[in-house]
């Protein structure tokens, strides 16, 4: 129902992994905290239709989350269709098999939970927090969509109208809308998969129809295609039971071939600007490509930490530097993936930095001094203690995110689904710790000009006046 | 064919944590709760701030950590990251409020840092001088969003001349601070006595007492106390156009009015805003958006401050449904007031109610929020119980009455904002208007407490469950 769950400024780090990083160079210096990590038992099964189902049971609060991860997000969209995933998950709300329109809600609300859906680039979650005494009316509405939503003329209609407000709310009638999620991908990539407007044009949004979202739902929405997790205030044996009940039923159905959505690296600088007429004040993101995120993690997670360094408050690398001494930003931010979400996203994608300007700032510095300060981790490494303390950091995050019961089920979903290792979740801190300065220094040599996309927004407004 | 929908299994008692509390000598108050989830402890601390300057406030909440006697800017950011934390501040007319966090371990170190700022804060010039800028770039921004536009104009028609109409500063206020002021408005102000200081996380009660004890027993107590005027009642009127041309949306807001935590018809009061627009599954949400979509993220929110209450209804629709997106509010808070709700609505609000309030307490931010939010209200979580039973014990004659009481239409004031030349004469058929342009004041969204589920900054499909950052 929200669109995408993306304000990059507001993304906290995250974590995960397949492959285990390497135990570190004994030569080189690892950030060496201590980062308590959690330690969830987890159970995971697979029913015989294809749906895996992750537990993990916590009984410290009497609540539960739940979550239903499908694999298929905006790359995922048919060319004449942007915005369509995130239209069809709109629609996995308006009634199924056995529910009426208005149902679920109503089923989940006058449970005492609350619920919510969203659309990413890779995946599409679905996913309620509830007192624990609603775990098999949840798990009954979550297998009841499963089998198949409702969809009739009239709720399409009405759903492409409250998506346009959603868009009006969220990028036309706002400054910096879209900036940069939706405005960058088309500069770095070339494929309409990575580069279109997941949001969707106005003109595909009307122009979908009912067989679309049909066909869509059938190739998409298939048990083997999902990942249900359920954590929080259970006993394991009873939530499988009931899983198996109200799930086992839900046809069998193998998850489609993923697309390979790779493209070349750049080999020269890409730039791009537009005029927004809302926007005060100019701004400039920049994007890097960064090894895979699921085959390549160990060479990808120095990255996750680079961005941190670079800009995680104000003893960060480029906040000393651009916001505090040379005042050439307002705010500087960077983060991992397009939606900043470090550890739920696939290949394709991308270091991002995004900096706020003051009143007449003038872009091409601020991309020389991010330049300069690249360069300088990679030939002079970092000051003593900064690896460490920016990592310990980055574990409060990972804990946080991890003590809400939802935080907990939407993460190993994804991690279930796009690593088959949902256990991940309990090893991130201590992966964290083991990234060197070493790999830092090497990926902070990266980032260099020719490798980067950038779009800058122009001022049209100056002064904020309406 | 059809499945039955299985029934919900008895329901928990709500269940709320201990409190231990202490008050130092210096009249700081210490609430620590232990919730052992993750290694993990945070941190808020509530300062009374009425009447303080707002440009000033403002400028002190972003400059507090940029220096003491013995550490810079980069010193203490460091020190914090150092054990996993960060500290940040902000201000409402009520209130200076310092949110934190860090790992467990570290809840010293977090103390220590937090007791150096407070007492021996420099406001060096060179710090002040890029703060002061960035605050007004930040309100810059803000003067070119249209929730934050449509807010200032509803705080200021509802309030008049109570200081809760303007909460936030003119770039041009900013401006003038100097690190002198704010080094005086510090000394004067945010001070040990009557601060609450709430701890939360997987540390012992009594050790966190004694680490707080330990760390912030020099801070200055003295202070003095300032209470607001009580809010003045809405004076219902002319509808409030304010234009903003060339806007896609209108966004219309409503003022109604509401009742305190402490007051006998505030669980009537809460369930009758459900039932109305307060969550997904409300009569109003239903029909503007899911039967005609005319909206997104409409909401509806007992929002209550120390001065006074109201419940405030947003909602940013399309501007060519500008007119009848008003009449349908218009028309579902009038039907409620005028007409009890069913048996089952009422049911099912109150089960969201009473569900919701063991969500947000489910986590140790959420924990926190809610300790330090009713603390400034000289509550405690036991509250929560007692608002629990409160909402158990509710009847539909109860219900009925508040609607009737506070969700009357003729009872509150409009505001919109838009595109004045589309939208007025279709309004000018459903109300009087008067038209005004976008005040050139304006200010910035403070950081955010953070709600609980739901909340947050995404207009979310669940309006209500987040509410307001004072929380339930």
């Known amino acids: 129902m929200n669109g995408h769950a993306v304000q990059p400024e507001a993304v906290r780090q995250s974590t995960a992994a397949r492959e285990r990083v390497k135990v570190a160079l004994v030569s080189s210096r690892s950030a060496a905290v201590d980062i308590p990590a959690t330690n969830y038992p987890i159970e995971r099964f697979t029913l015989p239709n294809g749906l895996r189902v992750v537990l993990a049971p916590d009984r410290s609060a009497p609540v539960i989350g739940v979550a239903v991860v499908y694999d298929v997000g905006i790359r995922s969209e048919p060319e004449g269709r942007t915005g369509f995933a995130h239209l069809f998950e709109h629609l996995m709300f308006q009634g199924s098999r056995n529910l009426e329109k208005l149902a679920h809600f109503r089923y989940v609300q006058g449970a005492g939970g609350t619920f919510n859906g969203s659309t990413h680039l890779d995946y599409t979650d679905y996913f309620e927090t509830l007192p624990a005494n609603a775990l098999e009316r949840t798990l009954f509405l979550e297998a009841d969509r499963m089998r198949g939503p409702r969809l009739t003329e009239e709720n399409l209609r009405n759903q492409v109208d409250v998506v346009k407000e959603e868009i009006r709310v969220n990028v036309l009638n706002r400054p910096y809308g879209g900036f940069p999620w939706l405005k960058l991908p088309p500069v770095m990539f070339d494929t309409f998969p990575n580069a279109h407007d997941g949001y969707g044009s106005f003109v595909d949004l009307e122009s979908a129809t009912v067989a679309d979202a049909q066909s869509f739902f059938e190739r998409y929405y298939a048990a083997g295609n999902a990942v249900l997790t359920v954590s929080g205030d259970i006993d394991t044996a009873r939530a499988a039971r009931l899983i198996e009940q109200h799930f086992g039923d839900v046809p069998a159905g193998a998850a489609p071939q993923r697309p390979d959505f790779d493209e070349p690296d750049l080999t020269e600088e890409r730039r791009s600007a537009y005029v927004d007429r809302l926007a005060p004040l100019p701004a400039v993101a920049s994007a890097w490509r960064v090894p895979n995120p699921i085959e390549q993690f160990s060479a990808y997670l120095p990255y996750v930490v680079l961005a941190e360094v670079l800009t995680d408050g104000d003893a960060s690398r480029l906040v000393q530097r651009l916001v505090m001494r040379d005042r050439t930003a307002t705010s500087i931010g960077g983060y991992l993936g397009f939606m900043g979400e470090p550890f739920e996203t696939r290949d394709p994608t991308a270091l991002l930095l995004q900096a706020h300007l003051p009143p007449g700032g003038d872009v091409d510095k601020v991309l020389r001094t991010i330049d300069e300060e690249t360069e300088r981790i990679a030939t002079d490494g970092l000051a003593d203690g900064e690896l460490a303390r920016t990592v310990a950091r980055m574990g409060t995050h990972l804990l946080r995110d991890t003590d809400a019961v939802l935080g907990r089920a939407l993460r190993m979903a994804v991690l279930e689904q796009q690593r088959s290792d949902p256990r991940l979740i309990n090893e991130l801190p201590r992966l964290l710790s083991q990234v060197t300065e070493e790999q830092i220094v090497a990926a902070a040599g990266q980032l260099r000009p020719q490798r980067r996309a950038t779009v800058e927004v122009q001022v049209g407004n100056p002064g904020g006046a309406q | 064919m059809t499945r039955p929908v299985p029934p919900l299994e008895p329901t928990h008692e709500l269940s709320v944590p201990e409190t231990a509390e202490r008050t130092l000598a210096n009249g700081l108050t210490v609430l620590a709760i232990q919730r052992a989830s993750v290694p993990l402890v945070e941190l808020r601390l509530r300062v009374p701030f009425a009447e303080a300057d707002l440009a000033g406030t403002s400028l002190l909440t972003q400059t507090l950590f940029s220096g003491t006697a013995d550490m810079s800017t980069v010193d203490i950011a460091a020190e914090l990251q150092s054990v996993g934390g960060a500290l940040g501040a902000g201000a409402d007319p009520d209130r200076l409020l310092v949110s934190g966090n860090s790992l467990a371990a570290g809840l010293p170190r977090l103390l220590d840092i937090l007791a150096d700022v407070l007492q021996r804060a420099t406001y060096p010039a060179d710090e002040v001088g890029t703060e002061r800028d960035r605050l007004v770039d930040r309100i810059q921004v803000a003067q070119s969003q249209p929730a934050h536009l449509a807010r200032v104009a509803l705080l200021k028609r509802v309030y008049g001349s109570h200081p809760y109409a303007t909460q936030t500063p003119e770039a041009a206020d900013v401006k003038e601070i100097s690190p002198e002021q704010l080094r005086s408005l510090h000394a004067d102000r945010l001070r040990a006595n009557g601060a609450i200081l709430v701890l939360v996380g997987d540390v012992a009660p009594d050790k966190m007492l004694e680490e707080a004890e330990r760390a912030l027993s020099t801070w200055d107590g003295g202070g003095r106390s300032v209470e607001l005027p009580p809010a003045p009642a809405l004076v219902p009127g002319a509808l409030t156009l304010v234009d903003r041309p060339g806007s896609v949306q209108s966004s ?110 489910s986590t140790q931010s959420g924990l926190a929020g809610l300790a330090s939010t009713y603390a400034g209200y000289g509550l405690r979580l036991d509250y929560l119980a007692e608002h629990a039973a409160r909402l158990g014990a509710a009847t539909l004659d109860d219900v009925a009455a508040a609607a009737a009481k506070y969700l009357a239409p003729s009872g509150g004031v409009t505001v919109v904002l838009g595109d004045a030349d589309k939208v007025e004469s279709v309004l000018g058929v459903l109300a009087p208007v008067q038209r005004e342009g976008v005040r050139q004041a304006t200010g910035l969204d403070e950081v955010a407490e953070e709600a609980p589920a739901g909340g947050g900054v995404a207009p979310g499909a669940d309006p209500a469950a987040g509410g307001s950052a004072e929380g339930a």
């Open chain 2, 252 to 361: 219309l807001r409503m003022a109604l009015p509401g009742v305190p935590r402490t007051h006998p018809d505030h669980a009537a009061l809460q369930l009758a805003n459900l039932i109305f627009g307060g969550y997904f599954s409300s009569r109003w949400v239903e029909n503007i958006r899911e039967d005609k979509g005319y909206t997104y993220g409409p909401h509806s929110v007992v929002e209550h401050s120390i001065a006074g209450t109201m419940l405030s209804v947003s909602a940013e629709v399309a501007t060519e449904v500008t007119g009848p997106a008003l009449l349908e509010t218009w028309y579902e808070l009038g039907r409620l007031a005028s007409l009890p709700p069913k048996d089952a609505e009422l049911e099912q609000a109150r089960q969201y109610a009473l569900g919701t309030l063991q969500l947000g307490m």
